[in-house]
């Protein structure tokens, strides 16, 4: 099945969960000089014009980046949160007006030194033709074809650190567990891997298949970070939260990630919380 479009949704609560922590992720990868390989398994488009047809339909953005966006200057004084929006500012053709949201490919290649690499897989041919399209630099390479497959065939990496973002749509509920595997197959090849994987938190809680078989799959140092827009009730209806998993975390992710999502959670929701802890221990 591949009706999924991220344009209907760009911009919205679990963009701004999720890109976060890549940023943060990103920022410490790159404090030290050797050399890393990103790896995207679901990139979409790369650039979200909020204008377009689709992202207008549902202006998901509207309880997502825009709250963000018009209090930025009293967020500024938040290191990651401070940082994320000051890098949001490069994306847009006019610095002052949000016009644009930028997917995770360009969160990942926004920094790009001459020594990294980058690969974007996307399975769905629109989406693809969209991201090639894209006006992408430095060592990027754009894949049409199953990101999970993908990117346990291409393991290991040359680069001596590697990057793994893991986002489907989870349209099917087999994808629950095919990423487990995944992420359990990627670091049988590359141990050390820094691997995030985002998931929905929906009434039905299909998101625990993934998080017990990841966890039986005997995987250490997995920390996991959820953000809930709603708490779950009988009334919730589609996605009331965003969750992330992230094996072999950076030091002091936790932290700067509790520190911004708390600045985050009031802007766009009163009901709005956070919490990270271990899901698997050292």
């Not at 922590?21 to 650039?47: M, N, Q, W, Y």
């Not at 197959?185 to 809680?205: D, E």
Request: with cysteine.
């Amino acid at each position: 099945m591949l009706s999924y479009q991220h344009a209907y949704h760009a911009g919205n609560f679990a963009d701004v969960h999720k890109h976060l922590t890549l940023h943060g992720v990103i920022d410490h990868l790159l404090r030290k000089e050797s050399p890393v390989t990103f790896i995207d398994t679901h990139a979409g488009r790369g650039l979200y014009p909020l204008a377009a047809e689709e992202t207008s339909r549902l202006h998901e953005y509207r309880q997502g980046v825009l709250p963000l966006w018009e209090e930025r200057e009293s967020l500024m004084d938040e290191a990651l949160l401070g940082d994320w929006l000051a890098a949001l500012v490069e994306a847009q053709p006019e610095p002052r007006r949000l016009s644009h949201y930028p997917g995770s490919p360009w969160w990942m290649g926004r920094r790009l030194r001459s020594r990294d690499r980058q690969l974007l897989f996307e399975l769905h041919p629109g989406e693809h033709a969209h991201l090639a399209g894209q006006p992408l630099e430095g060592d990027i390479r754009t894949i049409h074809g199953d990101g999970l497959k993908g990117l346990v065939d291409r393991l290991p990496v040359k680069t001596p650190r590697l990057c793994v973002l893991i986002d489907p749509s989870y349209e099917r509920k087999q994808e629950y567990v095919e990423v487990a595997q995944a992420v359990l197959a990627t670091l049988h090849k590359a141990r050390h891997a820094v691997v995030l994987v985002w998931y929905p938190l929906l009434p039905a809680g299909r998101h625990h298949e993934l998080l017990d078989a990841v966890k039986a799959g005997g995987v250490r140092k997995v920390w996991r970070s959820e953000f809930r827009l709603q708490a779950p009730g009988h009334e919730a209806r589609g996605m009331f939260g965003s969750g992330m998993l992230v094996v072999n975390p950076p030091w002091g992710l936790d932290q700067r990630l509790a520190a911004a999502m708390g600045r985050v959670a009031p802007l766009l929701s009163g009901a709005a919380s956070y919490r990270g802890d271990w899901w698997v221990g050292e």
